[in-house]
């Protein structure tokens, strides 16, 4: 009974992040659409420092969602029903 319950939470904490690593990871991907903001474009050509600031922010974020959604769906899909 005790076993069944642990799995029961783990399966539901494990199911939770694989659903917003997932979610996260959409969002990452489409935030690659949306440009730079207003200050970091002026009418002259920003430094390449800042757009590379922001890629690797975005690239951290991105890392990030992905080893949130991997780490629970291993976890979602590893442990087995006891039995």
Do not use: D, N, Y
Not at 41 to 62: D, E
Request: net charge positive.
């Amino acid at each position: 009974m005790v076993r069944s319950l642990l799995w029961v939470g783990s399966s539901w904490l494990f199911g939770a992040a694989l659903i917003l690593g997932s979610l996260m990871t959409l969002g990452s991907v489409l935030l690659w659409l949306v440009p730079p903001p207003a200050e970091a474009q002026p009418s002259t050509p920003a430094p390449p420092l800042v757009h590379r600031a922001l890629a690797s922010k975005r690239l951290r974020l991105l890392g990030f969602s992905l080893s949130l959604a991997i780490a629970g769906g291993i976890g979602f899909f590893g442990i087995p029903f006891p039995g």
